[in-house]
């Protein structure tokens, strides 16, 4: 069986799916309190807290409990009984890199003018259903949500699949600890907590960044071409946000990444060559099925070629 792209096809048993390592880890605040806003709390649905001695007790600022001392937590009469990490590993170091690069967070203040409520919603995508899979399982794996793949747009005639999570507690997680922005995405920068992290934990919130929004040759469409100039790059908005990645990448893979350019005015993008390809294959920076096949068949036919 194949799988159609834009491009070309790709032979599915080609595809590989790498697995995320559940180490090393770090550990993560414990204080509950850290989901709770007083003025956001009066307005919406309580987040009830399920006890491992079974005792339920509704959160509040003075709620003294831990979250490894949580069975499970629930937001007003919501069915999800959401289990929150205790630690960063390299799992949910992933899935923030993936939400800071093709993740939304809507902007509650601006529901609650529209709708009179807090729509804690977030929404990430992906051209093909493989990878929306992975991020759905994350979902699962991390905090037991479950989540539809969304294919609306894919009916439209759009390539992107999306899971659109709506919980208030996950919601507070990502924005309280990981520093996400509600709403548009300005002045971002990789969060404090993963600045702090073993180099590894790094290295997969870049894997996750760039699998959502770095970009490598498809080479799919070059079975029968001449192939290009080598090329794995990444384009942003946010100038700034772009030469943090820049250096992170350049530290953490040695891509020899260089830039940022523009040729727009109003984004920027970094990119190497041959060289840093060569490296980001041996070190698996692209984890996503489809651009870790591209790279890879873009080196073997280069090196065939030769």
């Known amino acids: 069986m194949n799988l159609k792209t834009n491009y070309g096809i790709i032979p599915i048993k080609e595809l590989l799916i790498e697995k995320i390592p559940d180490t090393p880890k770090t550990k993560l605040p414990e204080d509950i309190t850290l989901l709770y806003d007083q003025f956001f709390d009066k307005l919406s649905a309580p987040i009830w807290v399920k006890l491992k001695n079974k005792k339920t007790i509704q959160l509040n600022e003075n709620t003294k409990t831990k979250i490894k001392e949580t069975k499970w937590l629930r937001a007003g009469a919501s069915i999800h009984k959401i289990k929150l990490p205790t630690h960063l590993d390299p799992k949910l170091a992933y899935l923030i890199g993936y939400l800071y690069g093709d993740g939304g967070f809507k902007d509650i203040r601006n529901s609650y003018k529209k709708h009179g409520r807090f729509e804690h919603k977030i929404i990430v995508g992906d051209e093909f259903e493989i990878q929306i899979e992975r991020i759905k399982w994350l979902f699962k794996k991390l905090f037991n949500l479950e989540t539809k793949i969304r294919k609306e747009r894919i009916e439209k005639g759009e390539r992107?699949?999306?899971?659109?999570?709506?919980?208030?507690?996950?919601?507070?997680?990502?924005?309280?600890?990981?520093?996400?922005?509600?709403?548009?995405?300005?002045?971002?920068?990789?969060?404090?907590?993963?600045?702090?992290?073993?180099?590894?934990?790094?290295?997969?919130?870049?894997?996750?960044?760039?699998?959502?929004?770095?970009?490598?040759?498809?080479?799919?469409?070059?079975?029968?071409?001449?192939?290009?100039?080598?090329?794995?790059?990444?384009?942003?908005?946010?100038?700034?946000?772009?030469?943090?990645?820049?250096?992170?990448?350049?530290?953490?893979?040695?891509?020899?990444?260089?830039?940022?350019?523009?040729?727009?005015?109003?984004?920027?993008?970094?990119?190497?060559?041959?060289?840093?390809?060569?490296?980001?294959?041996?070190?698996?920076?692209?984890t996503h099925p489809i651009k870790r096949w591209r790279l890879e068949n873009f080196l073997a036919r280069e090196h065939s070629s030769a």
């Open 160 to 286: 992107m699949y999306y899971i659109n999570p709506t919980c208030k507690i996950i919601y507070r997680f990502f924005v309280k600890l990981f520093e996400f922005k509600e709403g548009p995405k300005k002045n971002i920068k990789i969060p404090l907590l993963i600045k702090k992290a073993p180099s590894e934990i790094k290295k997969w919130f870049l894997r996750g960044f760039v699998d959502a929004d770095g970009d490598v040759r498809a080479t799919e469409y070059y079975l029968n071409r001449d192939l290009p100039s080598p090329r794995i790059k990444v384009r942003l908005a946010d100038e700034q946000f772009v030469k943090q990645l820049k250096k992170a990448l350049n530290k953490h893979f040695s891509l020899n990444l260089t830039g940022p350019y523009s040729d727009t005015g109003y984004d920027w993008y970094i990119q190497c060559s041959k060289k840093g390809m060569i490296n980001a294959n041996k070190q698996t920076l692209f």
